[in-house]
């Protein structure tokens, strides 16, 4: 189902880890040079920037190219517009397909535009084929999505792919419940906590017996985003406001009514933070930490939106001193631990990074400037016995 040579592909991310080497001080620069250049590998782009310009590229000559066939298509065809647009989607298709098995492009950001331009294209197209049925309009373009997402990840591995593939899913899923049951949107955060949690697992277990990379990042990416989103369909905030955008009354309160089982979704939107990262924590899940930390902090909002304790300004001066007392004693209690919890540095998170802060802070608070050393003058003096300035004693 890829599409890629599988020898390059595998070239690739053998590239990637002996970099990774490189960074961490594993190897040297002229070993990582040495193996890089004596393998051939598909042409992919590490750089962010570089990568992002030429998606903006990407998406200049696709765009080009749809609009020299719209100029000269529709003035033959004026009637036929949807016509053309399933074609741009079938052009942005089969341009990825020829970059990816002839051009041997993988994530170098041209390709990248074409095959999100055409999933964009072929949504846009299905949307105006059913525009005429409002609930049906919806749920095809979501589940086109979703649909047309997941094979082209499967066969590109791009991760933008992978994203919205999980997107769809989710859209899907609640748009049904809500849409087509009578008692949707009581059960939908219900629905939305077992589809979650349950896809967690699934991908979790599939990471674990994963025999090849292919699809490593994409299974993180799935697990992450089913973090987020269990946590998301049992806040208490999100239930309540939700609830009540899709209710009739909308348009006529201003304030969002008080939902069923709320003191279970209080629970919820306070244990599951500690949960995260607890498990994190045992099981050294930097994702799930950095989840937790972005949990609490909305829990934190959550609670502020409906119960005001004490005036901001006191709020944040607690948080800050209360966050700041966890930080040290942690750091002391962990700064030599050789194994387990430890606050040594991670050597594949580039061990240079703190260092060159360090110093970048140090040079902007006090205007510090690097040393310069002043160039010797052509002309050079010397040897003045009475007067100076070069003169001597001697005529």
């Given at each position: ?10 070239n ?9 080497l490189?960074?961490?001080?594993f ?11 004596q393998?051939?590998k598909?042409?992919?782009q ?12 990407g ?14 298509g ?7 517009y ?8 079938i052009?942005g ?5 020829f970059m ?9 950001g041209?390709?990248?535009?074409f095959?999100?331009?055409a999933?964009?294209t ?10 005429q049925n ?9 589940i086109v999505?979703?649909?047309?997402s997941s094979?082209?990840y ?12 999980c ?6 899923l609640?748009?049904t ?12 955060p219900?629905?939305m ?5 349950g ?6 277990n ?9 699809y490593a ?6 697990k992450a985003f089913?973090?987020?989103l ?36 209080w629970a919820f939107t ?8 607890f498990?994190?924590l045992?099981?050294?899940d ?10 609490i902090c ?6 502020r ?7 901001p ?13 966890f930080?040290?004693?942690s750091?002391?209690k962990?700064?030599y631990?050789?194994?387990g ?7 594949f998170?580039?061990?240079n990074a703190?260092?060159n802060?360090?110093t970048l ?9 690097p ?6 003058s052509p002309?050079?003096?010397?040897g003045?016995?009475?007067?100076g ?7």
């Amino acid at each position: 189902m890829i599409v890629y040579d599988k020898t390059l592909l595998d070239n690739v991310y053998i590239d990637e880890e002996a970099h990774r080497l490189k960074e961490s001080g594993f190897i040297s620069t002229e070993q990582y040079k040495t193996l890089s250049y004596q393998l051939p590998k598909l042409k992919t782009q590490n750089n962010i920037f570089i990568r992002i310009g030429f998606f903006i590229l990407g998406c200049l000559l696709y765009s080009s190219i749809c609009g020299m066939l719209s100029l000269f298509g529709l003035a033959i065809m004026a009637d036929s517009y949807l016509f053309f647009i399933y074609v741009f989607a079938i052009i942005g298709f089969g341009t990825k397909e020829f970059m990816s098995r002839e051009m041997k492009y993988f994530g170098f950001g041209l390709d990248d535009a074409f095959i999100l331009g055409a999933i964009a294209t072929l949504l846009t197209a299905v949307g105006l084929t059913f525009e005429q049925n409002y609930n049906t309009n919806y749920l095809a373009v979501i589940i086109v999505m979703a649909v047309v997402s997941s094979v082209t990840y499967i066969r590109y591995l791009n991760l933008s792919l992978a994203l919205l593939a999980c997107l769809g899913i989710t859209g899907s899923l609640a748009y049904t419940t809500f849409e087509y049951f009578t008692i949707g949107k009581t059960i939908l955060p219900f629905v939305m906590l077992l589809f979650s949690g349950g896809s967690y697992f699934i991908s979790k277990n599939k990471l674990q017996n994963l025999t090849a990379p292919y699809y490593a990042n994409g299974l993180k990416l799935a697990k992450a985003f089913c973090l987020i989103l269990f946590y998301l369909a049992g806040n208490y905030y999100v239930v309540r406001e939700l609830n009540f955008a899709l209710s009739e009354n909308y348009y006529y309160n201003d304030v969002s009514p008080e939902i069923p089982f709320a003191i279970l979704f209080w629970a919820f939107t306070i244990s599951v933070p500690a949960l995260y990262l607890f498990f994190a924590l045992k099981n050294k899940d930097r994702v799930m930490l950095w989840i937790g930390f972005l949990a609490i902090c909305f829990t934190f909002f959550t609670i502020r939106m409906y119960h005001h304790v004490l005036p901001p300004e006191v709020a944040l001066t607690i948080g800050g001193l209360a966050v700041f007392a966890f930080t040290y004693f942690s750091i002391k209690k962990t700064k030599y631990n050789e194994t387990g919890i430890t606050f040594k540095e991670d050597r594949f998170a580039n061990p240079n990074a703190f260092a060159n802060l360090q110093t970048l802070v140090v040079a902007s608070q006090f205007g510090l400037k690097p040393e310069t050393k002043v160039e010797d003058s052509p002309m050079e003096f010397g040897g003045g016995g009475f007067s100076g300035g070069g003169s001597s004693e001697e005529f």
